[in-house]
Every structure is written in structure tokens, then in C-alpha cells.
């Protein structure tokens, strides 16, 4: 599968902004994820699901204020964000694994074997 990742951007503190990424085919049997990678930091998970929707997973930094979603018809997962801060500014990938990824596994980046290019955004303070 294919990734391809957009909706980043700059935003204000306290903004909103939701990313996009669309795959080259259904992804109701993947598990997908969103990592980011912010600028002399290592990247970092953010959130996961699985592609039939049952189960979601964030990391404590995000929990509360971002959401994944998708759109089936779209062959679209998306990562709303609300409250942003400058610590969110980097660049954001989303990831899916075609194979099962167990719960205690699912931050991990090399569970994921497909990945977008990246969309980068900037919150400013």
C-alpha cells in the first residue's frame, strides 16, 4: 500500500489542525498509525488504530487533544488536532502495518512496514 500524507501547516497556539492521509487501497484490515518526528528529536509515536476501528491507542502527550478518524469511502485516516502547542511542531507520517500488530506493540515504529512521506507542521507560540 501507499501512503501519502498531507494537512500540515503553521498554526497558531491553541489551534486546530487536522492531517490526512490517503492510501492507494481499503485499509480496514491494516492497523495505522501516526508518529512524528520533531526537528534534533527521534521520531515518536502519537497514535494508532486499527483499521476496523475497534481499538485506539495515544500517547500520553496528545491524549485529549488529538483524534484519529477515517473515511472508508475515501481510503482516508485522519489526525485531528485541537489545543496545539509548540511542542507539537514536526513532521508527521502516518504508518500502517498490513500484518497484526498486538496492543502492546502498536507504539513501536518497526511494527509498521508502510509509510508516507511526511507532512510537516509548525505551531507557533
Known amino acids: 500500500v501507499q501512503l501519502q500524507a498531507s494537512g500540515g501547516g503553521l498554526v497558531q497556539f491553541g489551534g486546530s489542525l487536522t492531517l490526512s492521509c490517503t492510501a492507494s487501497e481499503d485499509l480496514t484490515y491494516y492497523n495505522i498509525a501516526w508518529f512524528r518526528q520533531a526537528p534534533g528529536k527521534e521520531r515518536e509515536f502519537v497514535a494508532a488504530?486499527?483499521?476496523?476501528?475497534?481499538?485506539?491507542w495515544y500517547a500520553d502527550s496528545v491524549k485529549g487533544r488529538f483524534t484519529v478518524s477515517r473515511d472508508n469511502a475515501k481510503n482516508t485516516v485522519y489526525l485531528q488536532m485541537n489545543n496545539l502547542k509548540p511542542e507539537d511542531t514536526a513532521v508527521y507520517y502516518c504508518?500502517?502495518?498490513?500484518?497484526?500488530?498486538?496492543?502492546?506493540?502498536?507504539?513501536?515504529?518497526?511494527?509498521?512496514?508502510?509509510w508516507g512521506q511526511g507532512t510537516e507542521v509548525t505551531v507557533s507560540s
Open positions: 488504530f486499527r483499521g476496523n476501528g475497534l481499538n485506539t
Open positions: 504508518a500502517a502495518s498490513r500484518q497484526r500488530v498486538i496492543n502492546t506493540a502498536v507504539r513501536r515504529e518497526d511494527m509498521y512496514h508502510y
